[in-house]
């Protein structure tokens, strides 16, 4: 009964952070340059624990989009790495991202505080 409650609680998390993940990986990228695997460490310290399985096919998307550009490059003697960048687009997405993000997440402490927007 309770793994059936706390299954039913983490699902809503879960989508949660599948809506959020793109923005937050495109914002580590806006900080500077870097690669996947790196993405996918940061991803983990900061608590939102990803697989490359998901990371690396976010990128590629991200891609696509023209929301980062890539490079090749050569660190020492381990092998070559895949280096992301920002683009321009793609700092304009994350702008926006943030402005409703913002307006999100004040809406919906407002909702789970029992209050709304029009109390004065």
């Not at 793109?22 to 900061?46: H, N, P, Q, T």
């Not at 490079?71 to 790495?81: D, F, K, L, T």
Request: with cysteine; net charge negative.
């Amino acid at each position: 009964m309770l793994y059936n409650a706390l299954m039913e609680l983490t699902n809503p998390l879960i989508q949660i952070k599948k809506g959020a993940l793109e923005f937050c990986v495109l914002a580590l990228i806006a900080r500077g340059e870097s690669y996947g695997y790196e993405i996918v460490k940061v991803l983990d310290e900061e608590g939102l624990t990803t697989p490359e399985g998901t990371v690396y096919p976010l990128l590629a998307r991200l891609q696509k989009e023209a929301l980062v550009t890539s490079s090749w490059r050569q660190m020492g003697e381990g092998n070559p790495r895949k280096y992301y960048q920002i683009t321009r687009k793609g700092e304009a997405a994350l702008a926006l991202f943030r402005e409703h993000w913002k307006e999100f997440v004040n809406t919906v402490d407002l909702i789970l505080e029992g209050g709304t927007q029009n109390d004065g």
